[in-house]
């Protein structure tokens, strides 16, 4: 269900409502009352002005829900949009069940719906962390961090990822993590973010041969490598389907009491 394209036909049709009683219903209201009130000859009692002048009920719902639709619509589009964490493929950086908030113009400013860009603002940068529609059922949105731009050169081979021939720079953590055992945790400088990682020692992952980014795409993957879905298996990721870039969580839940503890920015 996408539910921005449920959002935009309720702002459509409140607001058809709304305009057609502003410019035709309600004139037809005061009319009929002006009427009544010149056959009977003198003024109607309380209760029977208040019927004929009375909205009917769709008039009502949308004079209330319109703005308030409206105010949603223009925020999740332009400004800011929450998601939940559905998988682990972004482990030690998103736990499942944690609630994000993404950044809808760092990108640029687009349509709701269509996505068609109106206003350029910037662009993807090498490490962000970005929401974006999945190429293969674009109703799915996906969340992956930029490892790749357009006109790059990208290889991942023996769980060390490449860049334009040079390897990304990263060091070892921990060889057994208490929050993933089995798997080995590194840090990684991936341009301007610093972030962690998982590899599984015991799986010897892609190997995948190098690459070039096509324009207007990018290469985007998982930071739990061996366990993500990502540009290594489908492709790249066209630049129409940009959604924004996730820079906070505000919260975690996974079933049981909300927790307001793991607010963090997002690297």
């Known amino acids: 269900m996408d539910f921005s394209l449920l959002l935009v036909v309720a702002v459509a049709v409140t607001g058809l409502v709304w305009l057609l009683d502003v410019t035709w219903w309600r ?10 009130e010149s056959a009977n000859g003198a003024t109607l009692d309380d209760g029977t002005r208040r019927k004929l002048a009375r909205e009917p009920w769709p008039v009502d719902y949308a ?32 736990e499942i069940g944690d609630f994000i908030l993404v950044n809808k113009f760092t990108y640029g400013l687009r349509l709701p719906v269509a996505n068609t860009e109106v206003v350029d603002l910037g662009e993807p940068q090498r490490g962000d962390v970005m929401v974006f529609r999945f190429p293969e059922d674009p109703s799915i949105n996906f969340i992956k961090r930029v490892v790749g731009l357009p006109g790059d050169r990208i290889r991942y081979e023996g769980k060390q990822l ?25 840090r990684e400088w991936l341009g301007e973010h610093e972030h962690s990682l998982y590899n599984n020692p015991r799986d010897p992952g892609p190997q995948m041969r190098e ?22 298996y489908w492709g790249f990721v066209p630049e129409t389907n940009i959604v924004g870039r996730a820079f906070a969580v505000w919260m975690h ?4 009491l909300p927790s307001f503890g793991s607010v963090r920015l997002i690297h």
């Open 162 to 186: 490449y860049v334009n021939g040079e390897a990304v720079p990263k060091e070892l953590i921990d060889e057994n993590p208490e929050s993933a055992p089995g798997e080995t945790e590194f």
């Open 27 to 36: 004139r037809r209201r005061l009319a009929r009352l002006a009427t009544a």
């Open 253 to 256: 839940w996974d079933g049981g």
């Open 211 to 232: 690459v070039e980014v096509p324009p207007g795409h990018y290469f985007m993957m998982g930071d739990n490598r061996d366990h993500s879905n990502d540009s290594r």
């Open 63 to 94: 004079r209330s829900f319109f703005p308030v639709l409206l105010v949603v619509l223009l925020l999740r589009s332009f400004l800011v949009e929450p998601f939940q964490i559905p998988s682990g493929s972004m482990r030690p950086t998103l």
